[in-house]
């Protein structure tokens, strides 16, 4: 448990800079490619309605993304001069913000509110789509998933700002 009045606690919780939304893109159905989009509708039932993960029980990842700077950082351990959002297979890229000091927090995503629920990691496909390295190279750059609080609309050129900080635990 982490004391709210500690040092670390006050970082945890200083602002951050919010981000901007920069690619959209939704999977029809598995193993197709993921369609870009100007817009979505983000439900805190089904999730990205369009989707193929749109689900009732699976809430915890109804919603994946990806830093651009992070996707510029993939390309550069594979050799390449860029990677584009929907070959991670990720629903919303952003730019100006680090997605992982987000972790714990609520955020505002275009008219939804959403709550970071953890790491994207990479997957074995990775490797597939990616060639040799592409696992490794995703590790750590993979982006957050998040669980839609407050249903609403995403369009390109929103804003991603944290509501509030990390969840803390202090001493009883």
């Not at 919303?92 to 609520?106: D, E, H, P, W, Y």
């Amino acid at each position: 448990m982490l004391n709210p009045l500690s040092p670390l606690s006050r970082l945890l919780a200083a602002p951050v800079r919010p981000g901007r939304v920069c690619w959209i893109g939704l999977r029809p159905a598995r193993r197709e490619p993921l369609l870009p989009r100007t817009e979505a509708v983000l439900d805190p039932d089904t999730g990205l309605a369009g989707d193929r993960y749109s689900s009732r029980t699976q809430r915890a990842r109804q919603v994946t993304l990806i830093e651009t700077e992070g996707l510029a950082a993939i390309a550069s351990y594979l050799g390449r001069e860029t990677i584009g959002p929907e070959l991670l297979r990720r629903n919303i890229a952003v730019s100006g913000i680090n997605l992982l000091a987000l972790k714990g927090c609520r955020i505002r995503l275009g008219s939804a509110l959403l709550e970071v629920t953890g790491e994207c990691q990479p997957c074995s496909r990775m490797e597939e789509i990616l060639g040799i390295g592409g696992y490794n190279a995703v590790r750590g750059h993979g982006g957050i998933t998040a669980r839609i609080l407050v249903g609403g609309m995403v369009r390109l050129g929103d804003p991603l700002a944290r509501v509030d900080g990390p969840a803390m635990q202090g001493p009883a």
